[in-house]
């Protein structure tokens, strides 16, 4: 990256910092956490993920899930442990991503 050159997560920030800490369209940011995701940006994708999340922990399970699937890529095993187990905790009736997480992190 050049000296001057913006990363995606600096533009990211930047977007939130113009909104004056009034209103951030968190769906919009769990979007731009899967496409960076998507292009292997996963530190940055993990950064929006946890924006989320911070703002509500009771966030839709999508966005654990995608939070422990990148955990996954960064090799944060026990991280995306706690996500998955988390899942589980907050919608026990509807487990099944849960438990799909939890998973993914016993098949190495």
Known sequence: MEPNEK???DNIRDRKNNADGLWV???SLHTQ???LYRVKK???ALRCFNLVIKEDPYTPLVVRDNRAATYIKLGNFPAALDDGRKMIQL???NCIVGLTSLNENYVF
Do not use: L, P, R, V
């Open 91 to 93: 919608d026990e009736s």
């Open 25 to 27: 369209d968190w769906s």
């Open 7 to 9: 990363s995606t997560w």
């Open 33 to 35: 956490g899967q496409e």
């Open 42 to 44: 996963y530190e940055d």
